[in-house]
C-alpha cells in the first residue's frame, strides 16, 4: 500500500469515533452508505455518531442513504490540489430530504452538472481496505 | 465588571515568511504595543497567545516559552485556539480577565507562520498532510480529500451567484477594490493594483474561485495591550474602548447540515450581540475589519453584518459605498485577500488597523472622524464568529 493510505488508515485510528468506524465498516463490508437516527425522537445525524445530537439519547438506528432518497445537487467545484478527488473530478454538497446537506464526491463533470439534478448514492473502493461513497445522476 | 480599553497595539509587515525566528519577531510586536500604551513590562499581568503555528509541529508550552524570553511574571497565562477565529478569542480571554479584576494589563499577542511542511521528505510531507485533513474535517470527511477548503467556499460562491444572479465579474470587483486599498498599506503583502479582467483570467483553483479571489497563507504577528478604561495613561489622542462583544457559533463544522452557505447564522447573531451591547447599528459603524477569505464570503459578510441588504454586497461595493467617500470603509488593510493572511494573527491585526483609525492614526489611508469601528472573524466557512465594537473616546 502507497504511503498516502498507510497515514490514511492510522490518521482514521487516531480521530475516528465509534461511529465513524462502523460507518466506513458498513460502507466497506455492507456496501450501504449511512446515517444514524435517533429512535426517540428521530433527528437524523450525519457524519452518523451513536448519541442523538437534538436530545442526546442513545438509542440510535442506522438508517441506509440509498437510491430512494431523492438526492439532489445543491453545489459542486472540483480541486486543482487536494488529497483526492483532484480535477477534473468533482466535489459537490448532495440534499437529501430528511438528512440535509453532505459533503460527496460526484461522477461527471463540471460543465456537465447541473444544480438541482437528481442523484443516486453508490460505494467506491479507495484501496482493498477503504471504501467511500459517492453520488452519480440519476 | 470594569470598562475596556486598547491601551497599545504593535505590528510588523504581513510577509510570505517571518524575517525574524517566531520568539523575536512576538518579542518586537510585544515591546511596541507595551511601549505604545505608555506601560513597562513589570506592569503587564497577564500574557494571552494563540498557538505557535496553526498546523504543522507543536510547540508543547509556547505560552509559557514565551513568557520567559518576554520575561514577563503574570496572573493569567494561556494559550487559545479555534482555526481562524483564535486571535479574537484570544482577545476575549484577555478582555475577561481584566474585566474581572484579575488582570490590570493583559498582553494579547497573535502570529502565525506559514506551514513548513518537509517536501523533501515524502513520507513526512504526505504523513503531515493526510493528518493535518483528517484532524480538521473529521474521520467521515477526510475520505473526501479535501486539502484546504477552498472547494467548500467554491460551493457558497456558486451558490451566492445562483440564489442572488450575481456575475463572476461583479464579484470579482471585490477583489479589484481591496487591492486598492492594500496599494495604500505598508504592512500588506500584495500592494500591485489589479483589473477584474486580471481577476477572471488568475490561475483556477477550485472554480468558480481563482487566484485572485483566495486569501493567501502567509506569516505573521500584532499584539495588543487589554487595559481597564480607567487605567490608562492620560494621553492626546483619543482612548480606544471596547463597547461591543458578541460570539456565535453554530452547531455546524464547514457544512451546515441543516442551513445556507450563502447566509451565516453566526455571523448575524454575533453581529448582533455586538451592536446591540455598544447601542449601535450597522450604520453608526464608521471603519470595519472582516474576515473575507474569498471573493463572495467578502461581499456576504457586508449583508450579514448589516452594512447592505442581503444580495446587495456587490452592488454596495460598486457603487463605492464600502470604501473612502462612501458609508463606510471595510477593510482598509486591503482585507484577507489583499492585506496577507496569517490566519493565526488575522483578526488581531484587523484590531490593530481599527484601534490605529479610531486614534486618527492612520496616515495615508485615514478614514476621516472615524470614531466608531467593528471587527470581524470566524472559523470553519463562518461556522462560528467574534464581532468586537471599538469606539474612540476623548483626545
Redesign the interface.
Known sequence: MN??EV??G???E????LA??E??RRLHEDRKLCATQCQDCSET????RLHC?ACMSDSISWVEISAASQATL?????????????APEV???VEIPD???????VAGT?ADLQ?GQALSPEVID?HEG?S?YRFVPA | MHELAISGVGSIPVRRDLEAPLLDACVQVAREAITDAGLGLAEVDGLFVTPARMSGDPWLMFVANLAEYLGVKTKGLQCVENGGASALLTLRAAMDAVAMGRCRHALVIASDTRPMLDTNH??SF??N???T???LY???????????P???Y???H??YM?EYGVSEAEIAMSSVRLREHAAMHPEAQFRDIITVDDVLTS???????RLLQAASISAGACAVVVSRADETTADKRPRVELTGYGEHHH?SH??????S?TTFESVKVAGQEALAQAGRTPQDIDVAEVYGVFGATELILYEDLGFCEKGHGAQFLADGRSTWGGDIVINPTGGRMSFGHPAGATPLYEVVEVVRQLRGDAPGKQVDGASVGLVHAEHGMMNGSVVCVLEARGG
Do not use: C, D, N
Not at chain 1, 445543491?74 to 483532484?86: N, V
Not at chain 2, 490561475?203 to 474561485?209: D, E, R, T, V
Open positions: 504511503p498516502m497515514f490514511t492510522q490518521a482514521l487516531q480521530f475516528g469515533s465513524s468506524k460507518f466506513h445525524a450525519f457524519p452518523p445530537p445543491y453545489a459542486f467545484t472540483t480541486q486543482s490540489r487536494g488529497l483526492r478527488f483532484t466535489i459537490g454538497v438528512v440535509g446537506l453532505i459533503i460527496s464526491p463540471m444544480i479507495i477503504l467511500f | 515524502f513520507e504526505v504523513r498532510v493526510v493528518f485533513a483528517t484532524s473529521g474521520p467521515v470527511y477526510a475520505i473526501a480529500g479535501l486539502g484546504t477552498i472547494p467548500i467554491a460551493m457558497s456558486q451558490r445562483h490561475k483556477k483553483l477550485s472554480p468558480p474561485i452547531e464547514f457544512v451546515p447540515r441543516q442551513g452557505i
